[in-house]
């Protein structure tokens, strides 16, 4: 099974920006489809994106352009998520999950902010106000 590291978090400034990484080792990377969420404290768990690794489709929460941006480097089994303008309100643990089903299922399981199979640890993003 595929096990997930995030790296990247850590204390920004408003109005900065952050690339998180999630490394993917232990199975193939191209055969999962790797999605973001985040836990703001005393919230639940929301889903930001997903893209599939085999060929770079994604499904967001948000509009194209706008501040959350996935991307991916197969070659270095990665998945980012490009966070601009952070605000206050981004603070949160940012988690990275893979699931080998499709990108249509895996979307549904964004929206609805978990279900997927696997999960990493996260990576804590606070945006002092």
């Known amino acids: 099974e595929v096990q997930l590291v995030e790296s990247g978090g850590g204390l920004v400034q408003a109005g900065g920006s952050l690339r998180l990484s999630c490394v993917a080792s232990g199975d193939t990377f191209e055969d999962y489809v790797i999605g973001w969420f985040r836990q703001a404290p005393g919230k639940e768990r929301e889903g930001i994106s997903c893209i599939s690794n085999s060929d770079g489709r994604t499904h967001s929460m948000y509009s194209p352009g706008g501040r959350f941006t996935i991307s991916k480097n197969n070659a270095k089994n990665t998945v980012y998520l490009q966070i601009n303008s952070l605000k206050p309100e981004d603070t949160a643990v940012y988690s990275c999950?893979?699931?080998?089903?499709?990108?249509?299922?895996?979307?549904?399981?964004?929206?609805?902010?978990?279900?997927?199979?696997?999960w990493g640890k996260g990576t804590l993003v606070t945006v002092p106000p």
């Open positions: 999950a893979a699931d080998k089903r499709p990108l249509s299922v895996v979307g549904g399981l964004v929206r609805a902010g978990g279900g997927m199979d696997y």
